[in-house]
């Protein structure tokens, strides 16, 4: 247990670099930092989410994803600004700007955020597992989830490109999964369009959108893509940040819009499949892999399913472990050896993973992760407010800030 340097990351900070080099080459440098925000919006808490909102309302709740994911790209872009312009991520930015009681309880939410989403990746790999291998029971791959912690250590030890380079392969098998698994299912495009309207039904309605904003809209993105955008190495005059904001954007346009597929395909497919069937009480993740297959006609689709869920769960905890270390080290200048916080967040999140499997069944697990979708979106404020007052300081952001 030590002090940081005062630098976001510092093991990977400025190790990209990004100066004299062609102006193609320059923009595929600085691409990376939102593909690794961006798996945390494709997590199996979205999963969930999307599952349950396909399934009991059809595609009626498409534009929830639509303004969501809008909402994020606008919040990024401004995380992205934060890190380049100040150096600091929006966690060490609040740790100068604001009281240490106020400090200390931002830090409190931030770091139940982070619980809440590990809770999700972990029970969400767990079932990709389960369904990928029967044999190997929900409780024992809520157990085995503890080794990835050694996979971000190992990747993250061989610099942060090759980190990137991992998720952005997971996030592309998600992608091509879930493209051929809509290709089988073959839903009715202008029923699809017509879920761009929007409307909520009822109680149950708004309680799984608020569950789809706050899978969508993740606290612990913020903090993280403020810290990201400095792996980069560039000049740090007027010319050269304005390139990096705008190199940065079009990064995250890109990598979000992806994830607003990844998050259609599931919600649509969801509807396609069980929807226009009939069956409007799919909540668990293993019910729509197990109707998957007699719905579909198709025996490729459920195995699809599996191998996209694994890859999300594996992908997202990598960048939640990250978001943890930012969050403690930006708050309490404090820094824990990275296997020691990575299985402190895990252990937080298997005991009650464990808890509520044990007590209340596997059926139950659908449930938990809306809930701590709910969590996630609850928390937001906490994270948008600081940034919002951060970027909008012309005292900090200088001729770089948003308009008022």
Request: overall charge neutral.
């Amino acid at each position: 247990m030590n002090r940081p340097s005062g630098k976001s990351l510092e093991e990977v900070h400025a190790s990209v670099n990004t100066s004299g080099k062609s102006r193609w080459r320059s923009l595929f440098a600085f691409f990376g930092p939102a593909y690794m925000i961006s798996v945390g919006y494709m997590d199996p808490g979205n999963w969930a989410t999307d599952i349950a909102g396909g399934s009991k309302f059809g595609y009626s709740l498409i534009w929830v994803l639509l303004m969501s994911n809008l909402t994020a790209l606008l919040l990024q872009s401004h995380c992205a600004r934060l890190g380049i312009v100040t150096g600091k991520d929006l966690a060490q930015a609040s740790r100068e700007s604001y009281p240490p009681l106020v400090n200390l309880f931002l830090y409190f939410l931030a770091e139940i955020a982070i619980a809440a989403c590990d809770l999700a990746e972990v029970i969400g790999m767990a079932i990709g597992i389960h369904l990928l291998f029967p044999n190997v029971s929900l409780v024992t791959g809520v157990c085995i989830t503890v080794l990835d912690s050694f996979v971000l250590l190992f990747l993250l030890n061989r610099g942060i490109r090759k980190l990137e380079a991992f998720i952005i392969s997971l996030v592309l098998l998600i992608g091509v999964s879930f493209f051929i698994q809509l290709t089988i299912a073959k839903p009715d495009l202008g029923e699809v369009a017509m879920g761009l309207i929007p409307g909520i039904a009822n109680e149950e309605a708004l309680y799984i959108a608020i569950g789809i904003i706050g899978a969508t809209v993740m606290p612990h993105n913020l903090y993280l893509h403020s810290s990201l955008v400095q792996t980069r190495k560039f000049n740090r005059n007027s010319v050269d940040i304005k390139k990096a904001i705008r190199f940065n954007v079009i990064d995250s346009t890109i990598a979000l819009n992806l994830a607003l597929f990844v998050n259609a395909a599931i919600l649509i497919l969801a509807a396609a499949s069980f929807y226009n069937n009939g069956v409007n009480d799919v909540t668990e993740i293993q019910d729509a892999h197990r109707l998957l297959e007699p719905m579909l006609g198709s025996t490729l689709a459920p195995i699809l399913f599996a191998v996209a869920l694994i890859a999300a769960g594996q992908s997202s905890t990598v960048t939640g472990t990250l978001a943890g270390q930012v969050v403690m080290e930006g708050y309490l200048n404090l820094r824990l050896q990275p296997w020691i916080r990575r299985l402190l967040t895990r252990l937080i999140a298997i005991v009650p993973a464990l808890l509520v499997i044990l007590i209340m069944g596997e059926e139950s697990t659908g449930k938990l992760l809306i809930l701590s979708q709910v969590i996630l979106s609850l928390q937001l404020g906490f994270a948008i407010i600081p940034l919002i007052h951060f970027v909008s300081d012309k005292n900090k952001m200088r001729e770089f800030v948003i308009p008022a």
